[in-house]
């Protein structure tokens, strides 16, 4: 790999540390989040034939397999999945043959449910201007931001990522117009002078063209400091893009001899970007395309951990502490399947009667023989096992208090649970899920703020809306993801009132600003 590094005049980032990261640290680093994501989506693969060693095909194989699979053991799959690449590269066991496979993916309607309480009504950003006209236009700035990046989409893709792989990481990119603005501004300068020219609409165009790119996990290559494992000194990210042109066909000699036709997938590029403080570089197929000056003078990326985890890069997933028990939970519900198969249907063995394999069983049927030893016995039917049925439930019980998602949580009644028409009662039967949600709020609410001061920052520096450091000051209000009664809502404010609560502090509770109601003419 030949990578000049030159342009960022730091010889701490040395070229031999780069393709160290992407030739021996990436594979791994994109294996085990890979993995993550495929118990998460459990990817439908399909049509596939199932063969032992000796070319028999399973009676109760199905056409398919699922991603989830790789966690079974080969006594039900008949494949080996020992391999980096998982699902698709099983390895047929000799001497076994397929049984029944049966997935039920509990991490997916977990996570589900995560976003949903997480970011199903939204979120809001308040501004600490003392201005209210001021706080007003900073917030339809903001607004107009993250709506030209997919609003509610954006804020649910990016629980989603953090769930499943820990952390995820946003780059603020300017437009092409707000660069060109940046690299002209004053170097040290903050707060530009305001551009006489520029009006509401045409901020709300600017804020159009700020894009708000998730990184997720595979691609992310920070370097960080030696000493702070929470500081980015370069941001590197190296993935694979696809283009819009099939592969280079095969040559002629080895099409003739592969023993079927492989169709060519899409030509695929190496692309690694490298920011940094001062100055950026792209690098397709390891040709550098791109690079110039960072006018922000810092990295514009936030990083985000969906549960902190003390020193350490990466936060903790919920995926990854599921796997085990819905490794389990397959495996179990993949042998009763099989139990079910064998034991549910009655099967017979006739002992000296002849023909009897050519004739079918059905009612009426008389069967006849001149042999006295002759008989018939009738084994199989279903017996029941409540051991069996006990440990999946032990299983369920065991994520439901990991994940701290109960099946509650998602809609799914099924024993009488009282009276919940109380916001008590409500809060105790969600405590888990409440509890895991507000260390989400801490993590993703400082994200999510850290984001606002860097596009704030943005067009401060490109002198589109400026601001001053205290104006970038803001709160991120998430709201109650329960059910609420306003009229109980407003009955318990005027309690507090009446007990001598300050009115500042129940106007923030109810989810307003003491300033949101001076007089609009300031």
Same mark, same amino acid.
């Given at each position: 790999m030949a990578f000049d590094l030159r342009i960022f005049q730091d010889s701490s980032l040395k070229e031999s540390f780069l393709d160290w990261l992407i030739?021996?640290?990436?594979?791994?680093?994109?294996?085990?989040?890979?993995?993550?994501?495929?118990?998460?989506? !459990? $990817?439908?693969?399909?049509?596939?034939?199932?063969?032992?060693?000796?070319? #028999?095909?399973?009676?109760?194989?199905?056409?398919?397999?699922?991603?989830?699979?790789?966690?079974?053991?080969?006594?039900?799959?008949?494949?080996?999945?020992?391999?980096?690449?998982?699902?698709?590269?099983?390895?047929?066991?000799r001497d076994i043959r397929r049984k029944e496979v049966v997935i039920e993916n509990d991490i997916a309607w977990r996570i589900s449910a995560m976003v949903d309480f997480l970011f199903g009504k939204g979120v809001s950003f308040v501004s600490r201007a003392p201005n209210a006209s001021r706080r007003r236009a900073i917030q339809t700035l903001l607004e107009a931001v993250f709506e030209a990046n997919g609003g509610p989409a954006f804020f649910q893709d990016l629980a989603v990522l953090g769930a499943v792989y820990g952390f995820v990481d946003c780059i603020i990119r300017p437009g092409a117009r707000l660069n060109t603005r940046l690299q002209a501004a004053t170097p040290g300068r903050s707060v530009q002078t305001p551009d006489a020219s520029v009006s509401l609409p045409r901020i709300r165009t600017f804020a159009s063209e700020i894009a708000l790119d998730l990184v997720e996990a595979p691609r992310a290559l920070p370097v960080l400091e030696e000493d702070d494992c929470r500081t980015i000194r370069y941001y590197?990210?190296?993935?694979?893009?696809?283009? !819009?042109?099939?592969?280079?066909?095969?040559?002629?000699?080895? #099409?003739?001899?592969?023993?079927?036709?492989?169709?060519?997938?899409?030509? =695929?590029?190496?692309?690694?970007?490298?920011?940094?403080?001062?100055?950026?570089?792209?690098?397709?197929?390891?040709?550098?395309v791109a690079e110039g000056p960072n006018?922000?003078?810092?990295?514009?990326?936030?990083?985000?951990? !969906?549960?902190?985890?003390?020193?350490?890069?990466?936060?903790? %997933?919920?995926?990854?502490? +599921?796997?085990?028990?819905? @490794?389990? +939970? *397959?495996? $179990?519900?993949?042998?009763?399947?099989?139990? +079910?198969?064998?034991?549910?249907?009655?099967?017979? +063995?006739? =002992?000296?009667?002849?023909?009897?394999?050519?004739?079918?069983?059905?009612?009426?049927?008389?069967?006849?023989?001149? *042999?006295? @030893?002759? %008989?018939?016995?009738?084994?199989?039917?279903?017996?029941?096992?409540?051991?069996? @049925?006990?440990?999946?439930?032990?299983?369920?019980?065991?994520?439901?208090?990991?994940?701290?998602?109960?099946?509650?949580v998602a809609g799914v009644l099924k !024993? =009488?649970?009282?009276?919940?028409?109380?916001?008590?009662?409500?809060?105790?039967?969600?405590?888990?899920?409440?509890?895991? *949600? %507000?260390?989400?709020?801490?993590?993703?609410?400082?994200?999510?703020?850290?984001?606002?001061?860097?596009?704030?920052?943005?067009?401060?520096?490109?002198?589109?809306?400026?601001? %001053?450091?205290?104006?970038?000051?803001?709160d991120v209000r998430f709201p109650n993801p329960l059910p609420e009664e306003p009229a109980e809502q407003l009955k318990e404010a005027q309690l507090k009132k009446d007990l001598g609560v300050p009115a500042a502090d129940i106007l923030k509770e109810l989810g307003y600003e003491p300033t949101d109601f001076e007089p609009t003419a300031e």
């Open positions: 030739q021996f640290h990436w594979p791994t680093w994109f294996a085990r989040f890979h993995r993550l994501w495929e118990y998460y989506q !459990n $990817r439908f693969i399909g049509p596939v034939s199932f063969e032992d060693a000796d070319g #028999r095909c399973a009676e109760s194989a199905r056409p398919y397999i699922q991603a989830q699979e790789m966690g079974l053991p080969p006594r039900i799959t008949g494949r080996l999945y020992d391999t980096p690449d998982g699902i698709d590269a099983g390895k047929v066991v590197i990210q190296h993935f694979l893009q696809e283009r !819009n042109e099939p592969e280079q066909p095969p040559a002629l000699l080895e #099409r003739f001899f592969r023993r079927r036709s492989i169709p060519a997938g899409r030509r =695929k590029t190496a692309v690694t970007e490298i920011i940094g403080p001062r100055c950026f570089q792209r690098y397709e197929d390891f040709q550098c006018p922000l003078g810092y990295i514009p990326v936030v990083h985000i951990q !969906n549960l902190s985890q003390p020193y350490a890069y990466e936060g903790i %997933s919920d995926v990854e502490q +599921l796997i085990g028990l819905q @490794n389990e +939970l *397959n495996t $179990r519900l993949s042998d009763r399947a099989n139990r +079910l198969t064998m034991q549910a249907f009655r099967m017979y +063995l006739a =002992k000296g009667i002849e023909g009897v394999g050519e004739k079918p069983v059905s009612p009426g049927r008389m069967w006849c023989t001149d *042999n006295e @030893n002759a %008989s018939i016995q009738e084994f199989g039917g279903d017996d029941n096992c409540p051991s069996e @049925n006990l440990h999946i439930l032990d299983i369920r019980d065991a994520m439901d208090k990991i994940s701290g998602v109960t099946p509650v !024993n =009488k649970i009282g009276h919940l028409t109380s916001g008590v009662a409500l809060k105790m039967t969600f405590m888990g899920m409440l509890t895991r *949600n %507000s260390r989400k709020q801490y993590t993703y609410g400082q994200g999510l703020r850290r984001m606002a001061e860097i596009i704030l920052d943005i067009f401060d520096r490109a002198g589109v809306f400026p601001t %001053s450091p205290e104006e970038r000051q803001l």
